[in-house]
């Protein structure tokens, strides 16, 4: 197998740092110079994955898996601890795939890295140099949130992707607000996973206040419970955030013990106070992480969404019938590839992170 | 007052276009775009989360179906055609659960109110407000009885915008064969049902390409100052099919290329391509523009006929290495056929814009690949700089091609130098492949146009107006020929790109059209 040939099947070419674009032209030119398969280099984002660990594998699979989605320059940077070879060691290699429609070859892009010891200084400057010009930055974190992910970076990101689905609590959840007021501050837009994820199911509770039922109910809310899985107990806070700030409810004031397994909390709203549960429990409750949300009134009346089992969800409600409905999951690169278009903008986020961090705080 | 306004929760998930829950009755729904396009475009769209949990299809036709029959039929074209295919059999089920069936004559009134009590049934155990779309996929023929006993049986009302719960009709194409037919057809409705319930259907405006003309005009800074007769030499549109008329000749014969492609699709194609920028992208501002173009097409004279239009009807000939017949002798066509396969026009856009531009469109069956564009040719540079130094010049102009099917992009020609010692110039294309550029595949165009009817977005449908418009600008031509009588038609080579009187009707202006 020649080195092109190496190349465009994926498998990783050493470079010298030094001359990295040029060895990607030049392999490229002789990618496309042979006749043999038409193959187009295409690329909408640079993506910085940046870390080590379990986190930094996941995220860069990830950011693999989507270039077939978004066709993107990977920048793949594991940092190291000092020894075993030199500070920096840098390859190439093309995530190829056939485009729809079949014929060409559709080809992305990836930098791998490692920066051993000292040599995480050189890499701010590395990664300037080897981003795409004129093509936006995205750092992608997984693996809990580092509310540093941009600033260290020492590139201008103009958008972080976490998941809020690896989030541990309390703590990953207040890094997240200082990751987005940090964000913010800087222009740089935060997307989250475990927000997109939500999203059906956000569209799903709100469906049952679309007429005949209406919206009225929602004024007269007396108890909302939530049941969430351990990653998914701050992504039910989110749950929480949004609805607290799409309906008008107060301060969150703690009516007992909050702890890892939950709490229960008093909250002011329109018409008087509403009892929150958030039960955190062990057990599998798909990706978004959430059993059931469900909401009575005080005139009795229930709305509920719960979990029924792989791609389904129950909804019940007072004045409609229970049913279960189709409830497809998106895979984790469909969601990366939403968070870096136009939804991946979401201002309703913010507001929601930050009641969420109310809970928590 | 719109849905985000009444729930909060709806508020700021508009990007999630979430219709509301409502039932979307099928009439003809025993019929081929029910099974191949219709509940494949639902089923793709409730796989990508897009319908409301509330979601109900009644298909509604003259054969006596059981509910388990009909779902098994369209999960058989699900299976088949759906762009999320092959079904999700996890998913199906409750899919399937929101789909029935209910057989009735169209003439029958009986028959409409037994569909009320059934959708009121369907409203009640599903939880729909008796929000309803009435989707006419039938021939012409059956439209004024459907849309009359619709309105008979109280199933469609004449209502304010924003009504709840709102009764919409989509009808299909053709709307009319004339001028005096589309009047007809637009009166009928209009008996039944205000404007802005009714939503004519052209599949050709849920295609991605058509709708990124706009976005490429109007979201761009680049473009729209060169948009315009300071700089466009002519624009030139193709709609190529190379198929021929695969054994619709009864159909074909009555209709021929310019009701079948050019009244409609391509037309659609011309007001997008001409317009003025719209207010808001809000449908009526939308079409408001649209039709402009279409009322300052300037009218061709009864003797302008010959110079501007060419007719042809394609012989035997070989397409895609499979040799093919001749149209004439297609089943269901006469032998003596004058019917068009192809038709070349050149009109003016008489307006600011386009004042001396000319517009060449051409439209054919049996051609060598099925193709859509729309090229803006421009003109040269003012000064030829280089001709000077006795090197060779750029021969091409600079052009602006928009391919709207298939392998839909955008691609810009311009002169570029030949790397070397000397000053030779070569025409270059810079090109964007929605395929390479977004990975994933375009949703079909169904799956659009049924979605923004559930949402009560018209803006990609064609209001009456439009169709009014396009008929009498087609009209005069039609008028013309029936004057020449039998008088015969140039042919073309089932294969080629069409007569050598098409190649003259722009070689007369000193042009040639691109090879697309």
Redesign the interface.
């Known amino acids: 197998m020649t080195t092109v040939e190496q190349f465009t099947s994926g498998e990783r070419i050493g470079v010298d740092v030094q001359a990295i674009e040029r060895e990607l032209g030049s392999l490229w030119r002789e990618a496309t110079s042979d006749g043999r398969q038409s193959v187009t280099r295409a690329c909408l984002w640079n993506v910085v994955v940046r870390g080590n660990g379990e986190g930094f594998d996941r995220a860069c699979a990830l950011a693999q898996a989507s270039v077939s989605l978004v066709p993107a320059r990977l920048l793949l940077v594991r940092l190291e601890p000092a020894g075993g070879g030199p500070e920096i060691e840098t390859w190439v290699s093309a995530n190829c795939h056939l485009a729809p429609g079949g014929g060409k070859l559709l080809c992305s892009e990836e930098i791998w890295m490692v920066a051993r010891g000292d040599g995480a200084r050189h890499v701010p400057a590395l990664l300037r140099a080897l981003a795409v010009p004129d093509v936006p930055i995205c750092v992608l974190g997984l693996g809990g949130v580092d509310p540093r992910a941009a600033s260290d970076l020492g590139v201008d990101a103009d958008r972080v992707v976490v998941d809020t689905g690896d989030c541990e609590g309390g703590r990953d959840l207040e890094a997240l607000v200082r990751l987005a007021h940090a964000t913010r501050a800087n222009g740089t837009r935060l997307a989250d996973l475990g927000w997109l994820r939500l999203g059906p199911f956000r569209l799903l509770l709100a469906a049952l206040f679309d007429p005949p039922v209406g919206a009225e109910p929602l004024q007269r809310l007396s108890t909302v419970r939530l049941r969430a899985s351990r990653h998914g107990a701050a992504t039910a806070a989110l749950l929480v955030g949004w609805l607290a700030s799409r309906l008008g409810w107060g301060t969150a004031r703690p009516r007992g013990a909050v702890g890892p397994n939950g709490g229960t909390w008093t909250l002011s709203h329109g018409r008087g106070e509403l009892a929150l549960e958030i039960e955190v429990a062990d057990g599998d409750a798909g990706r978004d992480g959430i059993y059931e949300l469900a909401m009575e009134t005080s005139a009795g009346e229930r709305f509920g969404i719960a979990d029924a089992g792989p791609r389904a969800i129950r909804i019940e409600a007072t004045g409609l019938p229970a049913r279960v409905v189709a409830a497809p999951e998106r895979p984790d690169a469909e969601l990366l590839a939403i968070a870096l278009g136009r939804r991946g903008h979401d201002p309703l986020l913010a507001t929601a992170l930050a009641r969420a961090a109310e809970l928590v705080a | 007052m719109g849905?985000d306004e009444?729930?909060?929760?709806?508020?700021?998930?508009a990007?999630?276009r979430?219709p509301?829950?409502c039932t979307m009755v099928i009439f003809g729904a025993s019929g081929d775009l029910t099974k191949r396009k219709l509940v494949p475009a639902i089923y793709s769209l409730?796989?990508d989360?897009l319908l409301?949990?509330?979601f109900a299809v009644v298909g509604f036709a003259r054969r006596p179906i059981p509910d388990e029959d009909f779902r098994a039929q369209m999960r058989e074209g699900c299976d088949r055609h759906a762009r999320r295919r092959p079904v999700?059999d996890?998913?199906w089920p409750?899919?399937a659960q929101s789909i029935f069936y209910q057989q009735g004559n169209f003439d029958d009134l009986a028959a409409y109110r037994a569909l009320g009590e059934r959708l009121e049934q369907i409203d009640?155990?599903?939880?729909i407000?008796g929000n309803r779309v009435f989707y006419l996929s039938v021939p012409p023929t059956n439209v004024p009885d459907i849309l009359r006993n619709l309105g008979a049986s109280g199933l469609v009302t004449r209502q304010p915008r924003d009504a709840?719960?709102f009764q919409r009709v989509i009808v299909e194409k053709p709307f009319g064969v004339d001028l005096e037919t589309a009047r007809v057809l637009n009166q009928q409705v209009a008996s039944v049902a205000e404007e802005h319930q009714i939503y004519r259907i052209d599949h050709y405006l849920g295609k991605e390409t058509v709708q990124n003309l706009m976005v490429l005009r109007f979201a761009n800074g680049i473009f729209e100052p060169l948009w315009n007769n300071h700089f466009v030499d002519h624009v030139q549109i193709t709609g190529a099919e190379s198929l021929g008329i695969e054994g619709r000749g009864n159909y074909f014969e009555q209709a021929g290329i310019l009701r079948d492609m050019v009244q409609n699709h391509l037309f659609q194609i011309v007001s997008l391509t001409a317009m003025e920028p719209p207010i808001s992208t809000g449908a009526d501002d939308l079409r408001d523009e649209k039709v402009k173009v279409l009322k300052a097409m300037r009218p061709l004279a009864e003797n302008e006929i010959d110079e501007n239009v060419v007719r042809a009807q394609y012989t035997a000939g070989s397409i895609a290495g499979k040799q093919v017949p001749g149209y004439r002798a297609e089943p269901g066509v006469a032998a003596d056929s004058v019917t068009e396969t192809y038709v070349a026009l050149r009109f003016f856009v008489d307006n600011w814009r386009w004042a001396g531009v000319p517009f060449y469109l051409r439209a054919g069956k049996g051609m060598p690949k099925k193709v859509t564009e729309v090229a803006l040719v421009f003109k040269r540079a003012p000064h030829r700089l280089f001709a000077r130094l006795g090197v060779t010049e750029l021969d091409e102009p600079n052009v602006l091609a928009i391919r709207i099917q298939?392998?839909e992009g955008i691609s810009l020609r311009f002169g570029s130098k030949v790397p070397g010692p000397t000053t030779e110039i070569h025409p270059v294309s810079m090109e964007f492949?929605y395929?390479?550029?977004?990975?994933?595949?375009p949703p079909e165009a169904y799956e659009r146009l049924l979605l923004d009817c559930a949402l009560g977005d018209a803006s990609l449908f064609i209001r009456g107006d439009e169709v009014e418009a396009s008929w009498q600008w087609i009209g005069r031509i039609h008028q013309a020929w029936r004057a020449a009588g039998g008088r015969s038609v140039p042919t073309y080579e089932a294969g080629s790109w069409g007569p050598p009187e098409a190649d003259a009707l722009l070689e007369r202006d000193g042009r040639r059209w691109r090879r697309p």
Do not use: Q
């Open positions: 849905i009444l729930n909060p929760l709806r508020a700021d998930l990007d999630e979430l509301e829950p409730a796989v989360r409301p949990p509330s999700d996890r998913l409750s899919i009640e155990a599903r939880g407000a709840r719960p298939p392998d492949r395929a390479s550029s977004f990975g994933a595949e």
